[in-house]
């Protein structure tokens, strides 16, 4: 439940100047309109689930993005029933909209949007009802261009550069060709960015989001009341942990607290998690987490 000092789950992902929305709870447009961000940016809502405290934010979402100038489509992606949830929230509030809405329905895993540079997939978790969760995976860059090799192979410094940079080979005066691998460095990751919740122990939630550069997971409970997370499907701030450990990812946030604690209480929340895995942290409303690239 939404608290004074705590807003329902919403993760905003910025990537060059694009937007993506990871659940949208109630409230979600207020905390927006406090970070000056541009809604108009957002190109899809990924919903993990259908339980309310997840997705009813949408309706006043859709409506907003009808009072810009919004010429690209907004893309819906989420579990069975995400379409008849938009459709209604549409029909029943006699919604004016000025643009694409493009609902798709996920029923597992699977690469469910691209861009350029990127791709997002989706795995699915076990909860009350269908959840799941989703990655924003870079592709891989280029590596390092080394001047020194490139001179040292008599390329002038210029537009040749250039083209060897992009991945393409170049000819010589000479006649020599040069290949891109000739003057680069190993091709390097891109970043990765994770996020679950609501969901049981999955066993192979650790490989899916294996090498994030950031996981935001629900830490719902504290071992105390383990018994009472998977009776109710949640996860424990220590089974968050855990996924991130076996996961081999840079930072753990720990979202979607039970509202019963207190901040004393989450604070003991973090403890538990950052004794398994000490680079956790909790997420707090309008934080703001850089994601830099891995050198």
Same mark, same amino acid.
């Given at each position: 439940?939404?608290?004074?000092?705590?807003?329902?789950?919403?993760?905003?992902?910025?990537?060059? %100047?694009? /937007?993506? $929305?990871?659940?949208?709870g @109630?409230?979600?447009?207020?905390?927006?309109?406090?970070?000056?961000? *541009?809604? !108009?940016?957002?190109?899809?809502?990924?919903?993990?689930?259908?339980?309310?405290?997840?997705?009813t934010?949408?309706? %006043?979402? /859709?409506? $907003?993005?009808?009072?810009? @100038?919004?010429?690209?489509?907004?893309?819906v992606?989420?579990?069975? *029933?995400? !379409?008849?949830?938009?459709?209604?929230?549409?029909?029943?509030?006699?919604?004016?909209?000025?643009?694409?809405?493009?609902?798709?329905?996920?029923?597992?895993?699977?690469?469910?949007?691209?861009?350029?540079?990127?791709?997002?997939?989706?795995?699915?978790?076990?909860?009350?009802?269908?959840c799941?969760?989703?990655?924003?995976?870079?592709?891989?860059?280029?590596?390092?261009?080394?001047?020194?090799?490139?001179?040292?192979?008599?390329?002038?410094?210029?537009?040749?550069?250039?083209?060897?940079?992009?991945?393409?080979?170049?000819?010589?005066?000479?006649?020599?060709?040069?290949?891109?691998?000739?003057?680069?460095?190993?091709?390097?990751?891109?970043?990765?960015?994770?996020?679950?919740?609501?969901?049981?122990?999955?066993?192979?939630?650790?490989?899916?989001?294996?090498?994030?550069?950031?996981?935001?997971?629900?830490?719902?409970?504290?071992?105390?009341?383990?018994?009472?997370?998977?009776?109710?499907?949640?996860?424990?701030?220590?089974?968050a942990?855990?996924?991130?450990?076996?996961?081999?990812?840079?930072?753990?946030?720990?979202?979607?607290?039970?509202?019963?604690?207190?901040?004393?209480?989450?604070?003991?929340?973090?403890?538990?998690?950052k004794?398994?895995?000490?680079?956790?942290?909790?997420?707090?409303?309008?934080?703001?987490?850089?994601?830099?690239?891995?050198?």
């Amino acid at each position: 439940m939404p608290l004074p000092s705590r807003s329902l789950t919403s993760v905003l992902l910025r990537r060059e %100047g694009e /937007l993506f $929305l990871f659940d949208c709870g @109630e409230g979600t447009q207020v905390s927006l309109r406090r970070l000056a961000l *541009r809604w !108009k940016k957002i190109s899809a809502i990924f919903v993990s689930h259908t339980h309310a405290d997840h997705v009813t934010g949408i309706p %006043g979402m /859709l409506m $907003l993005s009808s009072q810009v @100038e919004r010429d690209d489509p907004l893309y819906v992606i989420g579990p069975p *029933r995400i !379409k008849e949830y938009v459709q209604a929230s549409r029909k029943i509030l006699d919604m004016y909209i000025n643009y694409e809405i493009v609902v798709k329905e996920v029923f597992g895993e699977e690469t469910v949007f691209e861009g350029d540079g990127f791709k997002i997939r989706s795995y699915p978790l076990y909860h009350t009802k269908p959840c799941l969760a989703f990655c924003l995976e870079e592709d891989m860059r280029a590596g390092v261009f080394d001047p020194e090799a490139a001179g040292a192979l008599g390329i002038p410094r210029g537009p040749l550069w250039s083209t060897l940079q992009a991945g393409t080979p170049v000819r010589l005066n000479s006649g020599a060709e040069v290949k891109p691998e000739q003057v680069m460095g190993p091709r390097r990751a891109g970043r990765k960015f994770s996020f679950i919740t609501d969901t049981t122990w999955v066993p192979g939630a650790p490989e899916f989001i294996r090498d994030s550069d950031l996981l935001i997971c629900e830490g719902m409970f504290g071992e105390e009341l383990a018994e009472d997370a998977a009776e109710k499907k949640h996860l424990t701030a220590v089974q968050a942990a855990q996924i991130a450990r076996q996961g081999r990812v840079g930072r753990l946030g720990l979202i979607h607290y039970s509202p019963r604690y207190t901040e004393r209480d989450l604070r003991n929340l973090l403890n538990q998690a950052k004794k398994i895995f000490p680079r956790t942290f909790l997420t707090r409303d309008l934080q703001i987490i850089d994601l830099p690239y891995r050198e």
